[in-house]
C-alpha cells in the first residue's frame, strides 16, 4: 500500500503565509514526478506546481513568485511553501506523485486526501 498525507493548511490572513506537507509512505521503489493541485468551492481541480525527482519545476501562472515547491527524495516528501496569499488562494490542496512501487512494476498515480487553504481577513 502507498499512502499520501498532506498536511499544513489552515486559516491565514491575505498577505500571510502557509507551508504545506505532503509525505509519501509504503512500499515505495521510486518516486518520480510530484505535484500540487488544488480545488476552489465550484470549479475544477487545476494544477498549481510540479517538480521532477531531479528537482525541475514548473507554476501556474497565477501562483510564480510567490510559491515554491520542493522535496526531499530521502524522506519521500513534497513541500509548497505559499507566500503572500491572496482570497483567491482558497482551496482544497492535494498533492499527488507518480510511484514504482517495485523495479518490475509500472508508475502509478496517486493522491493525497487534501487540505484545506482558507485565506481571509
Known amino acids: 500500500q502507498v499512502q499520501l498525507v498532506e498536511s499544513g493548511g489552515g486559516l491565514v490572513q491575505p498577505g500571510g503565509s502557509l507551508r504545506l506537507v505532503c509525505a509519501a509512505s509504503g512500499s515505495i521503489f521510486s518516486i518520480k514526478t510530484m505535484a500540487w493541485y488544488r480545488q476552489a468551492p465550484g470549479k475544477e481541480r487545476e494544477l498549481v506546481a510540479d517538480i521532477t525527482r531531479s528537482s525541475t519545476t514548473s507554476y501556474a501562472d497565477s501562483v510564480k513568485g510567490r510559491f515554491t515547491i520542493s522535496r526531499d527524495n530521502a524522506k519521500n516528501t513534497l513541500y509548497l511553501q505559499m507566500n503572500s496569499l491572496k482570497p483567491e488562494d482558497t482551496a482544497v490542496y492535494y498533492c499527488?506523485?507518480?510511484?514504482?512501487?517495485?523495479?518490475?512494476?509500472?508508475?502509478?498515480?496517486?493522491w493525497g486526501q487534501g487540505t484545506q487553504v482558507t485565506v481571509s481577513s
Open positions: 499527488n506523485a507518480l510511484i514504482r512501487r517495485r523495479l518490475q512494476d509500472p508508475k502509478s498515480l496517486y
